[in-house]
C-alpha cells in the first residue's frame, strides 16, 4: 500500500500476480489454515508493494466532510504528489479559486524549501502507516467469519475474499505511540485470496485509547475507521475508499474531532519518473480539458428555451387545427 498520496491511513501499489502452479497450491493450502499466517502473507505483499520502484497513477479524490464537499485531482511525482482542487460542491471553481490554486502549486514551484518540506512530511506520513502494517499479524487476533467475492472497488473483481474477524492481543505490546491505537481496537479484514492482498479493513475503538502515556491526548471509544483497495487494472492496487470518523482530545485541552469520506476513482498510469513541475502541468491541462468538455448551464437554458418556444408553438398550431 502507498501513502504517498493519501497518508492518513496507508501507501497502495502494484505487485503482479504469481500464478505457477506450486504458488498457487501454496496460497490454496495457506487460505484453509492458520488466519494470522494469511494476515502475514497479505501484509508482506502491501509491504513490498510500497517500494520506491511502484506505479505512479493520476487520479480523482472526492472528499466529504460536515463542512466540505471538494474534488481534487492528484497526480503522483517522483518528488511529492500534486494535488489540485477542481471542483467546490460539485461546481467548478470560480476564476478568484482557480488563481488561488495556480498561486499555491507555483509556490512550491518557487520555493524549493517548501516543497522539501512537503516531501518529508509524506515520507513521516508513510514510515507511520508502514508501521501500522507491519503491526497487524502481531497486534490481533483472528478468526474466520466467511467469504464474499471481490467488486470493482474492493479487491479483484469475482476474487474470493475471506473475511476475518479481529480483536485485540492481550499480548502485545506496541512499541510506539503510533501503534498505540491498535489496542482498543476491534474490527474485520477482508482478503483477497488470489492476489494475497487486503481488500478491506474496518475497524472501531471499543475503548478510550490513550498515546504518549496519556500526556499527548486520547481517542474516545467509538472511533472508526474504513479503508478499502482494490485491482485498479493490471493488478495495480489503490485506495477506492476510506472514511474516519474519530472524536478524542489533544495535549489535554485541545478537541480533536475528525469526520471525512475520500473517494478515488479515475487512475490512470503516468510515468515513473515525472517531475513535481511535470505533474502540475498536466494536472493544469487535464482541469481544462474537463472544463472545456464540461456542459455550458447557460447554453443548456437557451436550448431549453428554444425548445419550449418550439413545443408551445407546436402545441398551439395543433390546437387550432382540432378547433378548426
Known amino acids: 500500500m502507498r501513502t504517498r498520496h493519501k497518508p492518513r491511513v496507508w501507501l497502495l501499489a502494484a505487485l503482479a500476480l504469481l500464478t505457477t502452479r506450486t504458488f498457487s497450491a501454496a496460497k490454496q493450502e495457506l487460505s484453509s489454515g492458520d488466519p494470522s499466517q494469511l494476515v502475514s502473507s497479505a501484509v508482506k505483499n502491501e509491504i513490498a508493494a510500497n517500494g520506491p520502484s511502484g506505479t505512479h497513477f493520476m487520479f480523482r479524490n472526492q472528499r466529504k466532510t460536515p463542512h466540505v464537499n471538494q474534488t481534487k485531482l492528484i497526480v503522483e511525482t517522483r518528488e511529492a504528489t500534486a494535488g489540485l482542487l477542481v471542483e467546490v460542491d460539485g461546481h467548478p471553481l470560480t476564476p478568484q479559486q482557480r488563481e488561488a490554486e495556480a498561486a499555491r502549486l507555483q509556490n512550491y514551484l518557487r520555493n524549493p524549501e517548501e516543497l522539501n518540506r ?75 485470496t488470489r492476489q494475497d492482498r487486503i481488500a478491506e479493513i474496518d475497524g472501531t475503538l ?99 428555451k428554444q425548445q419550449s418556444k418550439a413545443g408551445m408553438k407546436q402545441e398551439a398550431e395543433q390546437t387550432i387545427c382540432c378547433n378548426h
Open 118 to 192: 512537503k516531501r518529508m512530511q509524506e515520507k513521516e506520513d508513510a514510515g507511520r502507516t508502514i508501521r501500522i502494517v507491519k503491526a497487524l499479524p502481531s497486534a490481533f487476533l483472528y478468526e474466520r467469519d466467511g467469504t464474499q467475492q471481490g467488486s470493482a472497488g474492493v479487491g479483484g473483481p469475482g476474487d474470493e475474499l475471506v473475511r476475518l474477524k479481529f480483536h485485540p492481543n492481550p499480548n502485545y505490546q506496541p512499541p510506539s505511540r503510533v501503534e498505540q491505537v491498535l489496542t482498543g481496537m476491534t474490527g474485520h479484514l477482508l482478503i483477497d
Open 206 to 304: 471499543e475503548k478510550e485509547v490513550g498515546f504518549g502515556w496519556g500526556i499527548l491526548g486520547h481517542l474516545d471509544r467509538g472511533g472508526r475507521f474504513l479503508v478499502q483497495q482494490a485491482d485498479v487494472g493490471n493488478h495495480h492496487w489503490e485506495i477506492t475508499h476510506m472514511e474516519l470518523a474519530f472524536t478524542g482530545k489533544i495535549l489535554w485541552l485541545k478537541k480533536l474531532n475528525l469526520h471525512s469520506s475520500d473517494s478515488f476513482s479515475d487512475f490512470r498510469v503516468v510515468a515513473p519518473d515525472l517531475t513535481f513541475s511535470q505533474g502540475v502541468a498536466l494536472l493544469e491541462k487535464e482541469a481544462a480539458h474537463n472544463q472545456s468538455s464540461a456542459p455550458n448551464p447557460k447554453q443548456g437554458k437557451v436550448e431549453g
